[in-house]
């Protein structure tokens, strides 16, 4: 898809905002317990950052943090920023210190994670959550911080915002391409409390439908690797969005397979399938899938709907998603429509 096709296809963020809270609000949701959404941030609040997976450096973290500042926010770096530890932002004590120093103080509106890589699921069951639950706040990124949403979402009932991180913001930004712009803004709008809702074109081998639920999902490698421990997510009568990189065509259709044996495709509300930035075959070793092929083989004559393509994922075209939040999914001829609902 071409650009200049797809920047005009996704919608903006809709207009207007809504004042921010003062406390958490509560969504409810019919089969669980109530989710928790923490206050949408105003000017003066703070966003700390940490690196709880892999390294970086504040010189990397520079064109984040005049963003960031632009907006009327605060900062406060962990004390992971600049560590390393091979290729980890510090030891496995180092990153779960941080992280929990941040989960606990009162005076941190929103935790943004500075990049992904791998490393979260080594200090996840290290963490305390009994200062989050009382003092929530946003939880943000994306890829290996698919832990922390899936496990904050399963025991602690909180929102979290899955989007782009530190890392993904551009070195420059008057020269950046609109969506890399749209995208970054897009975090901005999640924190200060507008609706969000996205529009891409009508596909071919979507399935049409109609849906309402709590979004979940992420990385599709790591909901997989999640499976059957504390941090395993739940889609039951949910709307699940999967994204993934890097991957044989063989190996999506494992991780689909492990989704369809562990039953987290039965019962969903919706289906939609992000970026996915697929290897191609070995010669020899052709598959003969494509990920369309893949997820629809899968999922067989299921009632609901399933839209493909969508701007989330290890892409340019990586919008903010408010998990934990009911949406509305619509996929129909003209296209496919996600909105969320505050």
Not at 232 to 248: N, R, W
Not at 283 to 307: A, K, M, T
Request: aromatic share 8%; net charge neutral.
């Amino acid at each position: 898809m071409q650009r200049k096709s797809f920047l005009a296809s996704v919608a903006t963020l809709l207009a207007g905002s809504l004042s921010a809270k003062a406390a958490s609000a509560f969504v409810s949701d019919e089969d669980e317990a109530p989710v928790r959404r923490p206050p949408f941030l105003k000017p003066g609040d703070t966003i700390a950052i940490t690196a709880p997976a892999g390294a970086i450096t504040e010189t990397e973290l520079a064109p984040a943090l005049a963003q960031i500042r632009s907006w009327g926010y605060h900062i406060r770096l962990g004390s992971t920023i600049g560590k390393k530890d091979f290729s980890f932002g510090g030891t496995d004590d180092e990153r779960c210190n941080d992280l929990q120093q941040l989960l606990d103080d009162p005076s941190v509106n929103a935790i943004l994670c500075a990049r992904g890589g791998y490393g979260a699921v080594r200090i996840v069951d290290g963490l305390s959550w009994a200062g989050f639950k009382r003092y929530p706040k946003w939880v943000i990124g994306f890829s290996d911080i698919t832990v922390l949403h899936s496990h904050i979402h399963r025991h602690c009932r909180i929102a979290t915002i899955h989007s782009k991180m530190c890392n993904s913001f551009p070195d420059d930004w008057a020269a950046a391409e609109p969506v890399q712009r749209d995208t970054v803004l897009s975090i901005r709008d999640a924190l200060a409390g507008k609706p969000l809702s996205y529009r891409v074109p009508a596909f071919e081998r979507n399935r049409p439908g109609t849906a309402t639920g709590v979004l979940v999902g992420g990385n599709l490698r790591t909901l997989e690797n999640l499976a059957g421990t504390p941090s395993d997510i739940d889609t039951k009568g949910k709307i699940l969005f999967v994204e993934d990189t890097g991957e044989y065509p063989y190996s999506v259709d494992r991780m689909f397979q492990n989704l369809h044996r562990s039953g987290k495709l039965r019962g969903l509300a919706g289906l939609i399938v992000g970026g996915f930035r697929l290897k191609p075959d070995d010669p020899g070793e052709e598959f003969g899938r494509d990920l369309y092929d893949i997820v629809l083989q899968r999922i067989g004559p299921v009632d609901y709907p399933v839209g493909f393509n969508f701007p989330v994922g290890h892409q340019r075209a990586n919008f903010a998603l408010r998990c934990g939040l009911r949406h509305r999914l619509t996929v129909d001829a003209a296209g496919t429509t996600l909105t969320d609902s505050l």
